[in-house]
Every structure is written in C-alpha cells, then in structure tokens.
C-alpha cells in the first residue's frame, strides 16, 4: 500500500486572495459542500483576524463541515491573531490553527527585522499559545523556499518541540527549482529530531509555472500533505492545482508511493463551480479540467484515439468527470428529469429554489431546445449569485445598429423590489447597458475586464459574460451572467460584480479584507 497523502485545500484562503476572487460567505459554503463530497482532508477555511467576514466564514464552515474533514484557521505568529483563530474554530468538532512566521533572510532581515533566535522565540511562543487552544496546529515556514537549511531545520524542529503537529514548508514565492526543493524536504528529514512524528507539509506558489512539480517533489521527499485550490487559484501566479497534484498521484502513485482519497470524479465540477463562483475562468489548455484537456484536432491524433484511446489520452476523462452526459434536457423535460439531473451533478435544490430554477430552465428550453449539463451549471450559477443580490435585473431593452446611437432602458429591483427604470445611449449596447445601470447603482468602479464566451457549441448556445471592475480603493470584483442574449448577459454580469463590490462595502463597513502579506508582521 502506498503512503496517503493528505489534501488540503486552501481555495477559500489563498485562493480567495487571487484578485476579483472574493467570496461571500454563501459561496463559501457552496465550494466547502463540493469540497466535502470530493473527500478533502483538511479545509482551510480563512484568516479570521481579517475582516469580521471572514471570521463568521469560518464559524459557519466550521459547523457545515462537522467531523467530516479538519477545519484549519490561519493566523500570523501574534498572540491576538491566535486568539480570533481559536474563538472562530470554538465549535469546530476537528479544529486546526495554523501559524506561522517568515524564515528566509529577506523575510527576517527587511520584513521583520529580527534575528534568527528571535524568529524562533516568536515561532514556538505562537505554537505553544494555539496549542493551548487546540489539540493540532500547524506551523509554516514562510518563504521557507529561499531560506538557509540549518536555521530552518532549527525553527522546524522547535516548533515541534513545542507542539506543532504538522509543519509547513512553504515555497512562498515559487522561487525553487523542483529537485532542490525534493532536497530540502529529505535535508529536514534527516536532520530535524521528531519529524517522523509531525506531518510534513508542502505549499508550493507557481511564479515559474512549476508548483504542481515542486509538491511533488515535496512528496518524493517525504511530504503526506500537499497544500492546493481548485483550478490553482492563489496569491499571484496561484497556488499548486489540487486537479494537477492528485490526478499525477493517480497516475504515478507506484514511483511516488502515494495516493489520496480524492474523489476524482468530483474534479470538472469543482472546477467549474469554482469558476463561476469566482468568475476567473479557467485556461482552455489547462491540464486535467480546462476545454481542451481532451480535445484531440490534429487527424492523426483523432485516427489514433478512434482506433485506441489511450494512443493519446493518457487520462480516461470519465475519470474526472469530463466528457458530458448522454442525457440532454429539452422543453419537454419535467419537474422531476431537471432535479434527477441536478441531482447527478451534485445540486440537492428542493421547493422554491427548484420551481425557481425550473422557471428559468423553460425559458432557456424554450429558445435552445436542448439543455446540456454546461447550461444547467450557468442556470445554477446564476440562481446561487441571486441569492445574495442587492440589485437584480428586471428589464433589459436595447435599440442599437448602424447608424443608430445605441441606447439602454434598464430597470433593476433592489432587495425590498423596489424598481427603478433608467435609460442611458453609448459607444454601443453594452456600453449604454453599463451607464444606464451606473445611473441606477451609483457606486463608483472602473471596468477592467469584459469577455464572453459560449457555454455549449451552437449559435443558440447561452453567452456567458465574465467581467472585472475595479473599486477605488484598488479591490478587484468579477461578476458573471449568462442568456441567450449577451447583451442581457452582460447586465447580469455588471449587476452580480456590483451586488459583489456592495456586499464587501458593507460587511466590512469601510475596512477592507486583508491578507497575512497586507498587515504588519508585528501586533
Ligand atoms: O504562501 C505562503 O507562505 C502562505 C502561508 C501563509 C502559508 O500562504
Ligand atoms: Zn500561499
């Protein structure tokens, strides 16, 4: 039997600090139910001293998750950062505090500004607090990557000494190359007193596009826990890919002695969730859930698949749950063939949310005649994003052409229903749909980002708008909408970024989010 390697997931953590990947806390919730059915270990649930936000976030996950997986809080190495990880894991059945401190020279000498010993006797006073709250704690070593073997063997090895159960080996800013990384995981094996009885953890950043390598490195070495989100999102260039890492692990599970209890099947969902939710969309060529991971368009590779999969299929997509259903949905479809199709798909909607979306299902029915599951997932997507709306679409009227002046009336009801009617000209549609809604919700944002792509093939397909507005005070928002028409697509869109940037204005009442980077290593 190969050695389990534990997956923790950090989507809702570091993968939330991706700018425009905000998420409220309903949508938390949706992403940890996907993450529990897909069998994760550990769930890193967010950093409760930086925003009150996200310190209820980590309570109500805590409660969704029960004791199905480890619920982890993140905390600097400051003793009132600890303490709001504890108060928010308090009714947590498997709590995890993690902590950590900066290790590299940069991180001493220019970011904190102390000394070696003085790191060390932050480190283990950190530990030795969370681990009078909790039973695990995890300790990382930041930027442990670019840091000096001997000292951080010495910081690991007190930590341990003072409780950590898991230690982290961080490759902060995805500096390393993947064999020497493998070297400094084997260097604190050998050389760290009482590692074999901590977990060893890598969390590997992807500025040199080699993070999936470097976890797996980290594992060759000796790692049982990898750190990683959905579709690699994270702080810059991402975080390791949970897709990547565990489907290699399939793969190669023999040369890595390693397996997981990932539930792959789960992978394209997740992903996808993961996507809408975020409104970041994922790369066509990315491995293992992006459009093209198994399209084959050369002749000779579609001869060679025709005749035997695997002459270039190296993966059966089946077995990430790719490649779509046999079962299309058209007008005719019920009540009940629309919630047994949801139902595979992973969605349990009930009652009004079912009638809701049955509603809005005959009428994408009624003008595509056929429903695939990419649809279902937008109609999904779009019912989860109205439920935490401010302002949602009524009306949508364009007059637009050659050489007409492209003119919008718009009405949007706000959460009490009452509407307003606007009406605005521009450049073109899209542009007279945006100024008549900034008329209406009068919340200053620069749009940074407009695409569109379709959902399914077809010119009937849904058009699905992914957009990106910029807050005054730098914060990125990303709002997502879909129809058949992508004009109205693109006022949903602009609505759900809105209704994004209102939601933050307002939990945070005027003090935004921050990261572990953002504030100061010091209390
Ligand atoms: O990249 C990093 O070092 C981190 C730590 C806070 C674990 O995200
Ligand atoms: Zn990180």
Request: aromatic content about 4%; glycine content about 8%; hydrophobic content about 40%.
């Amino acid at each position: 039997m190969t050695r389990k390697i534990n997956i923790f997931d950090t989507t809702l953590r570091d993968g939330e600090q991706s700018p425009g990947a905000s998420m409220n806390p309903d949508e938390k919730l949706v992403i940890t139910r996907e993450l529990l059915r897909m069998n994760v270990d550990v769930i890193e649930a967010g950093f409760p001293i930086s925003s009150p936000g996200d310190f209820k976030a980590v309570r109500s996950i805590a409660e969704e998750v029960g004791d199905r997986a480890v619920v982890c809080a993140l905390s600097r190495a400051v003793a009132k950062d600890i303490e709001s990880a504890a108060d928010a894991l308090k009714y947590c059945e498997r709590p995890r505090i993690h902590t950590g401190i900066g290790v590299s020279p940069s991180h001493l000498h220019d970011k904190l500004r102390i000394t070696e010993d003085a790191a060390i006797e932050r480190a283990v006073d950190a530990v030795k607090l969370a681990r009078s709250y909790v039973d695990d704690v995890e300790f990382y070593a930041e930027d442990a990557g670019r840091s000096d073997y001997e000292f951080l063997a010495r910081i690991i090895q007190e930590v341990i000494k003072a409780g950590a159960t898991v230690v982290n080996i961080p490759d902060t800013t995805g500096y390393s190359l993947p064999e020497e990384f493998g070297r400094r995981i084997k260097y604190l094996m050998e050389h760290v007193d009482g590692i074999e009885d901590a977990t060893v953890s890598v969390h590997c950043h992807n500025d040199l596009g080699m993070a999936t390598a470097l976890a797996l490195q980290g594992v060759k070495n000796g790692a049982t826990q990898i750190e990683c989100t959905i579709n690699g999102l994270g702080e810059r260039a991402g975080n390791t890919s949970m897709e990547e890492v565990v489907m290699a692990m399939k793969m190669h599970g023999n040369e890595l002695d390693a397996h997981t209890d990932i539930v792959t099947t789960e992978l394209t969902r997740a992903s996808r969730l993961v996507s809408s939710i975020t409104g970041i969309p994922v790369q066509p060529n990315k491995a293992i859930v992006g459009a093209n991971a198994f399209a084959h368009s050369s002749g000779i590779h579609q001869d060679g698949v025709i005749k035997k999969r695997d002459t270039y299929e190296i993966i059966n997509p089946a077995d990430v749950g790719a490649g779509g259903s046999s079962i299309i949905l058209t007008a005719r479809s019920g009540h009940a063939a629309l919630h047994e199709r949801l139902k595979a798909l992973g969605y349990d909607y009930e009652g009004d949310a079912l009638d809701r979306l049955y509603e809005r299902f005959l009428d994408v029915a009624d003008k595509k005649k056929e429903v695939y599951d990419e649809d279902l997932e937008a109609l999904v997507g779009e019912h989860d994003r109205a439920a935490s709306a401010v302002y949602s679409l009524k009306a949508v009227q364009i007059s637009c052409g050659s050489p007409l002046i492209a003119t919008a009336t718009i009405t949007l009801a706000d959460r009490e229903g009452n509407e307003t009617t606007d009406v605005a000209y521009g450049t073109g549609p899209v542009d007279a749909v945006y100024k008549a809604v900034n008329k209406i919700v009068k919340v200053e944002n620069d749009l940074t980002e407009f695409s569109v792509q379709s959902v399914t093939r077809g010119i009937d397909a849904l058009g699905e708008v992914t957009i990106r507005i910029t807050a005054p005070d730098g914060e990125v928002f990303s709002g997502r909408g879909a129809d058949n028409d992508i004009v109205v697509s693109s006022a949903k869109a602009y609505i759900n970024a809105l209704n994004r940037l209102i939601n933050k204005l307002t939990a945070s009442q005027g003090h935004p989010k921050q990261t572990p980077q953002d504030l100061p290593p010091e209390e």
